[in-house]
């Protein structure tokens, strides 16, 4: 089962700004900090980036001053304690914040709260730099996907056991953060929605309803722990009792969701689905439908500061697939050794090969565990050189690794390296070659739908998809289950199914039930017998109508044949054999 | 010298060579052949065959998978399938079932951990059946190269064209040589000499079974399987009222049966005979007919 990690800093743009002011004063940390936004401006909109746009578009939704003059978005807790509280006109803030307390016996003057200005680029800039510490914990690291962020999202699917567990990978993940004076919090659950809701309880930074540090009353007291890690497949019960906000549902949804009396997320999701997009936001509907394990939410990864890369420049130009061959070889085998110094293994290789031209060509393989031998990786990409059509010469290669842990090692047997090795690590290696060659799209599992209409009744997925990068844990899960010998229960469900299916079904004119005989394929069958129907159809509110009477079909000639006709308009088709 | 060194002529182990020993080559052989000395050889050829079975009944026997039709256990060898073993189903024609009878062996097979791998180079399986044959959905890897082109399995009678089928035969190989897939099946017409070879290699190394659901051509072409069946259609019955001849009705239990004759098996002499079974079109239940 899929485990993503929520690693949240709490407060996070007072936080960055009090350690950043901190190193440039070399003293210890400013107490009273408030970040303000500063009043719009005209034409400025167009020269911010996207999520900045987004970022400011949040915050003015969220406090409606901000539209007009410069506001305080959010505060250190001493600041907050002045009275400098979100929301709060900027001026006003000045004024409550101005010491009032006359100076100690000591002669001394209460420090000044310090106003900034908010940066949400250096934002989000900062949490993607504190990613590369996160590194060795998770191969797959995300910005949360949402405005103002304050967390990174990773996914560590099978990453527990190289920990000795979730909680030894909790605790150390913490404790990295926190030697280096970080203040922050983890949940690890199912899904990035479920792990995002329980590390804001809340809800986001900025809509929270108490100070910096404080306990909020809603919630039990173990919900503010440190560290929250919730066992595979509970997430659904413990996130009933939530608020909506902790969702990330848009504000304006939450408003509206309120006027209807719905303030948890038990009682959002126990809606009927069909009737909220009627009513609610797109985003709201994603956040639903990601919470309710529906959709799986995109982690889209964090590139590494300095990846494992290896280059080949020529002024000559490799003109055969052969030359090229040596090339990638010669390096694959670079990359081997800074693998194997950083201790982390590739689960893709891409090499762009350049032409004079300056246009390129890509050339990538993917693996499903990660491996560090350069062999098992030449391996794989001759595969795919095997299918490379060099019309043009190559007068660059630079070649790129996307890395992930290695897997534990295991002690081999003392008389043979591979004789002790599991089933589903010789199906990976098997797995590999065969994506190498005939492509992701060539080796699949499948797994039932909730599909009634037979051509869909069963979802054929790749192993290993193209794009999805979050699918790799999910190919060794998928692998795991393909050699254990436990039945799957949803299989016994099934009715009879031909062997074969078309295709597509092939309407046959000539198939009527008061004939004798039909032509199919150029062959004329001769009906013996019909059996049936077994009636398939689909429900009036799915977007695909279906309704048809399926019949097994004898001849005399020997095929039985799955023919249906179409309720809709009674044409009849030819649809499976029974082989 | 050492105790041990002794001329040819000295050693008492030695078999005797008679004069008229047939060696290879010899044109003349099969017709100087005795019908004494035939029942001889067939005594030797089986006492040997007794002595390869004993000698490596011990890693075979656990190896052995019996399948679901008694009858069937009684036509093998072991009296099951072996591991590590190629096995055909030789269509006679279509609708012989051939397909459903390979699965339904194969889903005993999977008790023992491993994944089925089906190569299914015409795109036509429907993984929907599987579990009428005791094949868990999970356990399934589906191998599609691709196919281009646009004729029907049932007119090309496995036939595939040349890039598919070398991808076909390739991903089979890769397949049949990974312990981590229990069985391997196809669809496949025409198979050389070579490819069987090295599939058999593969398969004894890696104990994986593969199963080739070949058309009735194949009859005429050599080979190199342990098991080779040929599947037939016995038609379909109706058992109960309520049969209806070129109708619709409503059957009370009808079936579809079929006969499966061993025709081949590498290491014994088989059973003569074969076994007739049928699949109740209800439920999808492949059992013998008593």
Known sequence: ????????????????????????????????????????????????????????????DIFPSSRSGATILCSSQA????????????????????????????????????????????????????????????????????????SLIMDITGCGVLFQGETVLAERLLKTFQQSGWQCRVAISDSAAAAWAFAHPGGHLLTQSTGPGEIDPRFDQSWQADSIIIPPGQSAGYLGSFPVAAGRIPLTDVRTLAELGIHTLRQLLDLPVEDLPSRLGNTTIERIRQLAGVDEELIR?????????????????????????????????????????????????????????????????????????????LEVLHLRIESLHVKRPVFSIRMTTTVAPLPVARQKDLFSASEHLEPQEELTAVINRLNGRLGNN???????????????????????????????????????????????????????????????????????????????????????????????????WQEISVHRDYYRLLTTQGPEFWAFQNLTDGTWFLHGIFE | MPATSRSPATQPDRPHTPPNTQRPGNRHSAAQQTPTNRRSQSATIERLRQQLRTSVAHTQQQDVVPTDFVALNRLLPDQGIRSGSVVEWISSGPGSRTSTMAFAAAGRLLQQPGALAVVDPL???????????????????????????AESLFVSQYRLPGPVRSDALWALEQLARSTGVRVVLTWIDRLSSTAQRRLQLAVERSGTTVFLIRPASALQQPTWSDLRFLVSANGSSVKGTGAKSSAHHTSTNPTSQWHVQLIRSRNSVHSQGHTRLECQHETGVVSEVL
Request: net charge neutral.
């Open chain 1, 79 to 150: 600041a907050w304690h002045q009275g400098v509280r979100p929301g709060l006109p900027l001026g006003e803030a000045r004024s409550m914040a101005a010491p009032v307390a006359k100076p100690s016996a000591a002669g001394r003057q209460p420090a000044d709260t310090h106003f900034v200005p908010w940066d949400p680029v250096g934002d989000r800039r900062t949490l993607m730099e504190l990613a590369e510490h996160a590194r060795m914990f998770a191969p797959l690291i995300g910005l949360e996907n949402g405005p103002v962020p304050d």
């Open chain 1, 442 to 540: 060539a080796v699949l599992t499948a797994a039932v739908s909730d599909s009634s209409v037979p051509e869909d009744t069963i979802q054929l997925t790749p192993v290993m998809s193209e794009t999805a990068v979050t699918s790799r844990r999910t190919a060794a899960c998928r692998i795991e289950q393909l050699v254990q010998t436990e039945a799957d229960a949803a299989d016994k469900a099934f009715a009879v199914r031909p062997v074969f299916l078309l295709p597509v079904p092939v309407r046959v004119p000539s198939l009527k039930p008061a004939a004798r005989t039909f032509v199919w394929e150029g062959r004329t069958f001769e009906m013996q017998e019909w059996i049936g129907p077994e009636r398939v159809q689909t429900h009036w």
């Open chain 1, 1 to 60: 089962m899929k485990r993503v990690l929520c690693l949240r800093f709490c407060n996070w743009p007072v936080q960055r700004l009090q350690r950043l002011q901190s190193t440039d004063s070399q003293g210890g940390l400013v107490s009273r900090l408030a970040i303000y936004t500063a009043a719009p401006q005209a034409g400025a909109a167009a020269a911010r980036s996207d999520s900045e746009q987004r970022d400011t578009a949040f915050v003015r």
């Open chain 1, 301 to 377: 990864s964090i590139p590494e500061a300095s990846p494992i890369t290896a280059s080949w420049v020529s002024e000559t130009g490799a003109t055969s697939r052969s030359e090229i061959r040596q090339v990638l070889d010669h390096l694959t085998q670079e990359l081997e050794p800074q693998l194997r110094h950083r201790g982390l293994g590739a689960i893709a290789l891409q090499a762009v090969m350049k032409h004079e031209d300056g246009s390129t060509d890509t050339l990538s393989a993917q693996v499903v565990s990660p491996l560090q031998d350069a062999a098992r990786l």
């Open chain 2, 123 to 149: 795109h036509c399986l429907c993984a929907a059946s599987l579990p009428q044959a005791g094949i868990p959905l999970s356990r399934l890897l589906l191998v599609r190269p691709k196919h281009t082109t």
